[in-house]
T-cell receptor, first 111, second 114 residues
Framework: DAKTTQPTSMDCAEGRAANLPCNHS???????VYWYRQIHSQGPQYIIH???NNETNEMASLIITEDRKSSTLILPHATLRDTAVYYC????????????FGTGTSLTVIP | DADVTQTPRNRITKTGKRIMLECSQT?????MYWYRQDPGLGLRLIYY???????NKGEISDGYSVSRQAQAKFSLSLESAIPNQTALYFC?????????????FGDGTRLSIL
């Protein structure tokens, strides 16, 4: 079973920041938080991951709360091409990094 | 990810047939995974392998088998296909070095069983 809870859908205006929340209240100390997105039925695309510190790359920023029970993926300037289903996944090296996908958040970027 | 290649991309077959889906990668990764996705749902793990000859069951392995013939290849077989195995199938790879490395997915195989 997925260990995360995400809103089913969200809208964001083009050019604005998209903030996608994820709750993972049962996360254990060695579990990482990963974010992926899936456009139509293409293969999921890796975005970013982190353990406890905030992370940033060319695609997005990941903000993890101090207690690690929730996180937020930030797309700083959303474009129409960011319309996709976004998945938040927690996984541990101790369990072979098995990924359990939930149903994700369907983000629609509006012109 | 262009470095993870799945064949065929689409397949239509009949109930009871044996089907093999192939995955090959040029990333040099140790770990390979097979997932299935049903409409409106997230991906579910079928099998995974950390090295040649290493096979592990995932969340939904019943009705499937796999073979890791070489580091770069991981095959998924449906011995006797049934209609509820109609789904989108994805292969993924990850680097075992630093075991928190992300998985990288192929473009998928759309399988329809009539």
């Amino acid at each position: 079973d997925a260990k995360t809870t995400q809103p089913t859908s969200m809208d964001c205006a083009e050019g604005r920041a998209a903030n996608l929340p994820c709750n993972h209240s049962t996360i254990s100390g060695n579990e990482y938080v990963y974010w992926y997105r899936q456009i139509h039925s293409q293969g999921p695309q890796y975005i970013i991951h982190g353990l406890k510190n905030n992370e940033t790359n060319e695609m997005a920023s990941l903000i993890i709360t101090e207690d690690r029970k929730s996180s937020t993926l930030i797309l700083p300037h959303a474009t129409l091409r960011d319309t996709a289903v976004y998945y938040c996944i927690v996984s541990s090296p101790n369990t072979g990094n098995q990924f359990y996908f939930g149903t994700g958040t369907s983000l629609t970027v509006i012109p | 990810d262009a470095d993870v290649t799945q064949t065929p991309r689409n397949r239509i077959t009949k109930t009871g047939k044996r089907i093999m889906l192939e995955c090959s990668q040029t990333k040099g990764h140790d770990r390979m995974y097979w997932y299935r996705q049903d409409p409106g749902l997230g991906l579910r793990l079928i099998y995974y392998s950390f090295d040649v000859k290493d096979i592990n069951k995932g969340e939904i392995s019943d009705g499937y088998s796999v073979s890791r013939q070489a580091q770069a290849k991981f095959s998924l077989s449906l011995e006797s296909a049934i209609p509820n195995q109609t789904a989108l199938y994805f292969c993924a790879t990850s680097d075992g070095l630093g075991s928190n490395q992300p998985q990288h997915f192929g473009d998928g195989t759309r399988l329809s069983i009539l």
